[in-house]
C-alpha cells in the first residue's frame, strides 16, 4: 500500500493580512500531481482542512471542491480527520455519505475504534479531541489529562487490531519531544497537552498532523507532514511537502515530495540601501513574502512606503540593533536634556535625524519662531 | 408517483426569544412518519432548510441528522433546493455524494435545467436565486427583475421537457397573487421580486416554499406547503402541514396532512382578570406561545410577570383600547395642568393610577413632604 499523507491545509489562512488562497490552490494542485504520479492508494489528511470553526463561504467552497476533485474526479480513497481549527459538527456535514466512495472523514473520537479496513491494512482515523470528550466516551473522570485519555484511546483501539495487517494511524495533536512553531495555537504549548511518543508504538505508521514542520518530530514510524504552505515566518526555513509511506515494507519507506510555493516566505537581513538597490540581484525573488531585519542603526524616513516598492509583500520589518539615537541619549539624562536651552535641543534633534547641522537660514528661522513662541505671538 | 411537499424549516429559527428547536425536530417526526404512512416515493424541500446563511452548530447538526435520516435510514429519495435564508455556498456541502443514494440539493441556478429523470415524472430543482445569478448564467443584462429572469428560466427548463412525462418543479419564491405574512423576509414585498404564476401554467405541479402559510395561493398546480412550524404571531391561525402530490392523477391529486404541535402559536384577547383566573379553563392550553391583548384601559402594575406566572410562554402583550388614562387628559391642556397645585396634581395622579383617593394619612404625608421639598430642606 502506498499512501500519501498531507495535513494542516488551513484553508482560510492569511499570512499577516496577505490572501493565501493561490498558494493554497496550487500546492493543493501539486499535491494531487503528487498522488497521482506515484498512484498512491489513499490519501492521508491529518486534520486542520479549515483555519477557523467558522470558515467563510470561499473557504467552504474551496475545501468542498478538493475533497469533490481528489476523491469524485481521481478517484482517490481519503482518510481525513478533524483538527483542532477545524469545527468537528461543521465537517461532519455529507460524511455519512462520503464513505459510499471511500472518503472517511472521521470527526467524532467514537469514530476512532473502528478502523477502515484495507486488505492488508487497518487505518484508524482519530479526530482531535479533548480529554474532556475521553471523560464522556469512556464515561471515565480519571481521564484528566491528554496524555491519560491518549492511552486509554490507543488502549482502545487495540482491541480492534488484526495481527495479520499493518497497522495505520492518522491523528492530530502534539506529540512530546516536538518542537513547536509560533503558527500553531496555543494548546500545544506546555506539557499538559502533549501525548508521550511511547504511546504511539504499536502503529506501523503514525500519520500526525498539528505542528508545521514535518521535522517537528523523529520517530521513525510516526511523523508530521507538516502545511503544504509556509503560514509563518517562523516557519521560513522549514522544507513544505508531503509523505510518501510504502507500508509493503519492514519498517514502512518514507519518501518525502517537496511542494514549491508560487512565492516563498523569507527572511532577509541587510542594510536599507542594499535592500533597495537589489532589484537586479538573481538570488531574490522580490515577490517573495518578506520578514525583513534592518542592518541600519539610523533612523529612515518612510522606511517601509520605501521597501515596498521593491518588496511589495513586507510581512514584517525590524532592527537588528535598534537605533544609534537610542545609544547616543543612554549618556545623557532627563535631568541634564531639561536644563538645554530650546534652541540647543532643537539644533541636536535635528543633527541626530538629518545626520547634518541646521543651516544658518534654517537656524535664523528657528530662532525667530521659538522667540514668538515663548512670547505667545504668531510666528510670521 | 406520490411526493411528500415540504418547505421552509428555518431550522435554527427562534420566536421571540423562545427556542423552537423542540418543536421543529418533532414536526420533523410528524413529518417522517407520514412519508412512511403514505409510502410516499420522494420528499420534495422546497428552500429555507436553514433559518440564517450562517446557521449555529446546533442547527447544521440538526438539519445533517434529517437529511440522513429521510435518506439513508429510512432511503426516501430527497428533492430538495436552496432558499433565501440559507447559504447556497454552504448548503452545497456534500452534494455531489448525495445524488448516490437519491438525495437531489440544488443550490445553484445552473442546476436547475437538467431535471431529476424518474420513470414517468421529470423533477425540476430550481434554487432561490436573484436576478443577477439569471444574468450571469444567460450572459444577458436585460434579465433586470425577477420575473423577466424566471420567464427565461423556464424557457429553458422547456427545451429539456419529454412530452411522456409529467413536468414538476420545486421552487423558492413569492409568486404574484399570494399573500404574505410578516415572518418572511422583506425580499417578498413589492411587486418587483414577484413572479407571475402563469409561468408555472407549464408544469403538472410547483412545490413553492418562501411563504409559510399553504393558502398563501390558490393554483391548481401550484402550493405552498407552508413552513412546518408557526414562527410568528401572523401565523396563528394557519393550519401546519404537508402536501401528498399523487401525480399519477390528472390534474394531480393534492392532499394536505397536518402537523400538530406540541404547543401552539396563539392569540387572546381578554380582561387581565379572565386570564388570571383561567388556569382551570379546558379550552386554554397555558403552555402554548400567546400574542395577549387585553381589553382593560387602566393600568396593570407589573402586569408581565403576573401573566407570565399563568401564561410562561407569552410572546407579546399589547391593549386593545389603549388606556383609560390617556383618555381622560384628552381634556385637559398643557397649560391647564401647569396651573394646578402640586397637591392637586399629586392627587388627581393617585387617583387615577390606584382609582381610589389619597387617605387623610397620606395626603398629610404628602403635604409635609411637598412643603419640605418646596423650602429646600430635607424630609425628617
Redesign the interface.
Known sequence: MKLLHTADWHIGRRLHGFDLTDEQGNAFEQIEAIAKKEQVDGIIIAGDLYDRR?PA??S??MV?QML?RLN?TDHFPVYAISGNHD?A??L???????K??D?FLHTALSQAFKPVELADTQIFLCPYFEPFDAQQYFDDDSLQHLDQAFARVVDEMKKAFDPSKKHLLAAHFFAAGSSTTDSETNLTVGGLAAVPTDLLADFDYVALGHLHGKNALHMRQARYSGSPVKFSLSEAAQEKGVWIVDTDQTPVKLTFKTLTPIHDVKLLTDSFDHLIHSTDDPAIDHDDYFGITLTDTQPIPNVMARLREVFPKIVTLSRQDGFSTQVRYQGESGQQIRQKAPMTLLKDFYEQVAKEPLTPQQEKWAKTTLKQASEGGQPS
Chains 1, 2 share one sequence.
Do not use: D
Request: net charge neutral.
Open positions: 467558522l463561504e470561499s467552504v467552497a468542498n469533490q469524485l469545527s459538527t461543521r461532519a456535514t455529507g460524511t455519512p455519505w462520503f459510499q466512495t472518503l
